[in-house]
């Protein structure tokens, strides 16, 4: 059974033509794409994270609490992200 080579795009299958360099650079350019999204989406998920903690917690020592928490937490999923980032990266190379 053989398939396509392609990705998701807004819920529809787009085909990927294979190139004379076996399509790397758009599979490559892809990856890039995922990982700056994801990487957007991280911040905007602590930032939204953030907002609540200051709408919430009535007391500064609260929100502190909360914000610290948060940007730890945030660091740590960004540092996880990046680290599968760079696997990502050296598979296809």
Known sequence: MSGTRGYFENGKWVEVQESATGGREEEDARIEDVI????KSVKRA???VLGLGKKMFATE???A???KKARDAGDEL???INEVAEKARKVVK
């Open 46 to 48: 602590i930032d939204d």
């Open 61 to 63: 020592e609260g929100r």
């Open 36 to 39: 700056g999204e994801t990487s």
């Open 78 to 80: 960004q540092k996880a």
């Open 65 to 67: 609490h909360l914000e």
